[in-house]
């Protein structure tokens, strides 16, 4: 079956410019999750989705970054504006539920350099 | 809240050594827990799991053993290979149904 696909690749930036990054889940997937990994830490959970709905948002920072997911399938996150500290790869996931023991399937993540 | 602690490498290793990459969690109730793996270049990916107290999740010969009365979920492998270089994530998912990582281990097998 095909993985979870998204993209850009990699993305570089200077600060105060916006970006944005798509991701389309496996398909039948009712969870899409984001998440932010920072070079030398462990991923970081920014949003979770349920269908179209948003699951958990709480270490989204509001002020700059968005996340919409329309239809319950492919899902935007967008930076504006970005900021140095932002630079990071930004990984996307789903899941066929939202069980605790649920298995998620990674994609291979957007590099964002922020100069 | 939730929290994931593993082992900090990197941790360099010969081919056919025995590996142990430490974990321990804090956690309110009953998670589940979890080892991913990231190859080079690659999206994370599901290694084993455990999700009940005792359980021993295993994959490609890795081992993990979930223990209640330690909070831990220590990674073993008792010959790695050149293939299994990678990072490895240990991460739990709570009540609240969110997936949380620890810092990840660098793995390095080298010939």
């Known amino acids: 079956e095909a993985g979870v696909a998204q993209s850009p690749r990699y993305k570089i930036i200077e600060k105060r410019q916006s970006v944005a990054f798509w991701c389309n889940p496996i398909s039948g997937h009712a969870t899409l999750y984001w998440y932010q990994q920072i070079l030398g830490q462990g991923p970081k959970l920014l949003i979770q989705f349920q269908n179209n709905g948003v699951v958990d948002d709480s270490q989204l920072p509001k002020d700059r970054f968005s996340a919409e997911r329309l239809k319950g399938v492919d899902s935007t996150l967008k930076i504006q504006p970005a900021k140095l500290e932002d630079s990071a790869v930004y990984l996307c996931?789903?899941?066929?539920?939202?069980?605790?023991?649920?298995?998620?399937?990674f994609g291979s993540g957007t590099q964002l350099s922020v100069l | 809240g939730d929290s994931v602690t593993q082992m900090e490498g990197p941790v360099t290793l010969s081919e056919e050594a025995f590996l142990t990459i430490n974990c321990t969690y804090t956690?309110?109730?009953?998670?589940?827990l979890f080892w991913y793996v990231q190859y080079p270049g690659e999206g994370l990916q599901l290694l084993l799991k455990a999700t009940k107290a005792d359980d021993k999740g295993s994959n490609k010969g890795f081992e993990a053993t979930y223990r209640k009365e330690t909070t831990s979920f220590h990674l073993e492998k008792g010959s790695v290979q050149v293939s299994d270089s990678a990072v490895y994530f240990c991460a739990l998912s709570g009540s609240n149904y969110k997936l949380t990582f620890g810092k990840g281990t660098l793995l390095t097998v080298n010939p």
């Open positions: 996931a789903s899941s066929g539920g939202a069980a605790t023991n649920e298995k998620l399937f």
């Open positions: 956690a309110t109730g009953y998670p589940s």
